[in-house]
């Protein structure tokens, strides 16, 4: 029984055979999911670099299910919020942070020296002094001066920051 039960569970797991008709590659017909695209011809210049003919693109065509009055809506209630509070969030690039006010001002010098089109200042809040430098409303922006000033100060990072209205 042993042996049987053993011989029927080894000839259960074994793979089964398959034809080997389309060389084991998978193939289906999806042409009838393509969708149909209507397109008129002009003719062109025989010395076009694009050919004796080219595909006319279509006329301009009003999008029937737009958002915008919704997303200006949104866009105002940001607008009106970030000018009751007086900031708006972006982000800053700190370069320095420590216990030591002598080694920020050494940082902000520094900064002046090797990039002088970086403006940077020190703040301090208890007990840490801090180097930033610029303003930034996206991260995105950040990035492109991050990757320059983290050749020079290589313990730079970008963060977010509150960046008061004028």
């Known amino acids: 029984m042993i042996i049987v039960s053993a011989i029927m569970s080894l000839t259960g797991c074994?793979?089964?055979?398959?034809?080997?008709?389309?060389?084991?590659?998978?193939?289906?017909?999806?042409?009838?999911?393509?969708?149909?695209?209507?397109?008129?011809?002009?003719?062109?210049?025989?010395?076009?670099?694009?050919?004796?003919?080219r595909i006319r693109t279509?006329?301009?065509?009003?999008?029937?299910?737009?958002?915008?009055?919704?997303?200006?809506?949104?866009?105002?209630?940001?607008?009106?919020?970030?000018?009751?509070?007086g900031y708006v969030d972006g982000y800053t690039i700190q370069v320095y942070s420590g216990i030591k006010r002598e080694e920020a001002l050494n940082v902000k010098r520094d900064m002046a020296?090797?990039?002088?089109?970086?403006?940077s200042e020190v703040q301090y809040r208890q007990p840490n002094f801090r180097v930033r430098a610029g303003q930034y409303y996206t991260r995105l922006d950040a990035q492109r001066d991050y990757l320059l000033v983290k050749r020079h100060f290589p313990n730079a990072i970008v963060i977010p920051d509150r960046i008061p209205l004028p």
Request: proline share 8%; glycine share 4%.
């Open 58 to 85: 279509p006329d301009f065509v009003m999008a029937s299910h737009a958002v915008n009055e919704e997303v200006d809506v949104v866009l105002d209630s940001i607008y009106t919020r970030n000018h009751e509070n």
């Open 14 to 53: 074994s793979p089964s055979v398959t034809s080997s008709t389309s060389a084991g590659k998978y193939s289906e017909d999806l042409s009838g999911w393509r969708p149909e695209v209507t397109t008129t011809l002009d003719t062109v210049q025989a010395d076009s670099p694009v050919g004796p003919e």
């Open 113 to 119: 020296l090797k990039l002088p089109e970086l403006e």
